[in-house]
């Protein structure tokens, strides 16, 4: 199969995905809305599983594509932690039925893939944004910027465990925005507020 076409068939099945979510979705459903046979669904993809394997990698290359051009925008360290934060927050609200928890239960393949991009990738550039935050008197001198990411990542992981905030019962989006927010404030020096505090504020 041609690389496009199976590009544009992993985008139509990751839509699927985000509207009906990723336990509720069955094998027959994706076969019929990517307009496959269920025998030719098996012989491009493998399984559902192998399906979202692939449907997550291209999500995360998109997100680190995405990443790039918002932080090739804008001038200073600290407005690029607000960007990829703010990122963070459309895309769980793009993604309001995504089941992290059925994810990790019942696709841990899919699930290594997420963890593995947010410790080689997502850490790395936190680190990296509040250390030069840091130089630049942005973000509070004291701060352990290694520390402070990992802070961040669990909170993050935190807002996306359903014992502590259930999808039926919270928007993900809106709870990870009301921690980080908040938090994000706490680190920036008054040059650094002045320069994030409105983006704060729309976020």
């Known amino acids: 199969m041609e690389e496009l076409v199976l590009q544009q068939l992993l985008d139509r099945a990751n839509t699927l995905f985000r509207q009906v979510g990723v336990g509720l979705v069955h094998e027959e459903q994706l076969a019929a809305e990517l307009d496959l046979s269920p025998a030719a669904f098996r012989e491009v993809f493998g399984s559902k599983a192998e399906l979202l394997y692939a449907v997550t990698q291209r999500n995360l290359s998109r997100q680190r594509q995405e990443h790039n051009q918002l932080l090739t925008n804008l001038a200073t360290p600290a407005e690029g932690l607000l960007a990829i934060l703010h990122h963070s927050v459309h895309e769980l609200r793009r993604s309001p039925h995504h089941d992290y928890h059925v994810m990790r239960e019942r696709y841990p393949e899919s699930w290594a893939l997420i963890q593995e991009y947010l410790t080689t990738y997502s850490q790395p550039l936190l680190v990296r944004l509040l250390q030069e935050g840091i130089r630049e008197g942005q973000f509070r001198a004291e701060l352990d910027a290694r ?21 039926d019962y919270f928007s993900l989006a809106d709870v990870y925005r009301n921690v980080c927010v908040p938090y994000v404030r706490g680190l920036c020096t008054t040059a650094g507020l002045r320069k994030v505090g409105p983006l704060l504020d729309k976020m």
């Open 147 to 167: 520390a402070t990411a990992h802070i961040l990542l669990a909170l993050f992981g935190l807002v996306v465990n359903e014992q502590y905030f259930p999808p």
